[in-house]
């Protein structure tokens, strides 16, 4: 299964805080099923930015501490992406993960 939505990469947002609350989280995802997450931190939406680029490579290493962990979940970069005038003005010229 794949959780297409979760705020699990820690500090990033209003989810996981320390990296504590993310591995327990994705213990929790694998006793559900679910082998793979797409997270996604909120972007540009007045509290948060989360360039594309600081979530891959927050993803990379929050996968690295899931191997070291041995929990079988795959993390993949996402993000929660507000529609706005201005983002559909630019929408051509960003680096967001869409």
Do not use: K, Y
């Amino acid at each position: 299964m794949i959780d297409i939505h979760t705020h699990i990469l820690p500090g990033l947002d209003d989810g996981a805080q320390t990296i504590d609350d993310a591995l327990e989280m994705a213990r929790a995802a694998h006793e559900e099923g679910i082998e793979h997450i797409i997270a996604t931190p909120h972007h540009a939406n007045g509290s948060h930015m989360n360039a594309g680029r600081d979530v891959r490579l927050e993803v990379r290493r929050f996968n690295e501490q899931l191997q070291a962990a041995d929990i079988p979940v795959t993390i993949h970069p996402g993000q929660e992406i507000r529609v706005h005038d201005d983002l559909l003005d630019a929408w051509g010229e960003t680096s967001f993960l869409l």
